[in-house]
């Protein structure tokens, strides 16, 4: 399974890390070393969510990252970090922890745009990062932080159960977490039920992805959206954007080619 399966039923995964003092510190490999978001970083932050196939298109990584950041962005340089490849000066990695507009329960601040470029994956670069986000949100004054994950990342939802995350709010998306604990099993979860492997994947998930392979063959990333009655397939490849229509017919998916975009 990949580490990110987008054909795996989405669902939203909250967990919470309830006192930011206590963790344990992981050690970049050597060659590496943290960075703070300086200006003109957007394109370096857009470059790492592209190739860990956060998504599809930069005109739609750049509008979500002012969409979302808009309220504190005049805190990036102290909220939002970069693992960085001192060989090369690449940025490789990044994570934010986010001042929250409002209040979730009794969380201001919550762990988001964790991210790896797919090349620096399996780099041992997970654990330092998240291990230094606890730390960031201890010296920002945040005891208490939430973190927003989902079932297609179940590898990054696993490691942050290991990690000392836990569990928030199972009954609001329970099948998430049974679907989880499918997957790893994890001790966490040890009162949650499993699922059918059938119950886990989307059977029309399945059948774009099946589509899309005899399409581009390998090297390509995609997002479906079909809630609120959507039937959008988006696919980026060699720095172009693909838009799709899915349309079903005899148990089959129909795509249709409505736009490309560099």
């Not at 060989?87 to 409002?102: C, G």
């Not at 606890?134 to 490691?159: D, F, R, Y």
């Not at 990333?221 to 490849?237: A, P, S």
């Amino acid at each position: 399974m990949e580490n990110i399966e987008k054909r795996l039923y989405y669902y939203e995964l909250l967990m919470t890390y309830d006192d930011t003092s206590n963790y344990i510190e992981y050690n970049l490999p050597e060659g590496f070393h943290f960075e703070y978001y300086q200006d003109g970083d957007i394109d370096n932050w857009i470059d790492i969510h592209l190739s860990s196939k956060e998504f599809t298109s930069r005109k739609r990584a750049k509008q979500y990252f002012y969409d979302f950041y808009h309220h504190f962005i005049n805190e990036l340089g102290k909220r939002c970090i970069f693992i960085v490849d001192s060989k090369t000066n690449e940025k490789v990695a990044t994570a934010t922890i986010s001042l929250l507009e409002e209040k979730e329960g009794e969380y201001e601040a919550a762990v988001d745009w964790v991210a790896i470029k797919e090349e620096y994956q399996g780099k041992k670069l997970a654990k330092p990062l998240i291990s230094r986000f606890i730390k960031l949100a201890n010296e920002l004054g945040h005891k208490k932080i939430i973190l927003h994950t989902q079932t297609h990342t179940w590898l990054a939802a696993k490691i942050y159960l290991d990690l000392g995350f836990n569990p928030y709010q199972i009954e609001e998306n329970l099948k998430g977490w049974q679907i989880l604990k499918t997957i790893t099993n994890h001790q966490k979860l040890q009162n949650i039920e499993k699922v059918k492997e059938e119950d886990m994947y989307s059977k029309t998930a399945c059948k774009i992805y099946e589509e899309l392979k005899k399409i581009y063959i390998d090297n390509f990333n995609y997002e479906i959206w079909y809630k609120n009655n959507r039937n959008d397939v988006y696919v980026y490849k060699d720095k172009l954007t693909y838009e799709y229509k899915y349309y079903e017919k005899d148990e089959d998916i129909i795509l249709e080619l409505i736009k490309e975009d560099n």
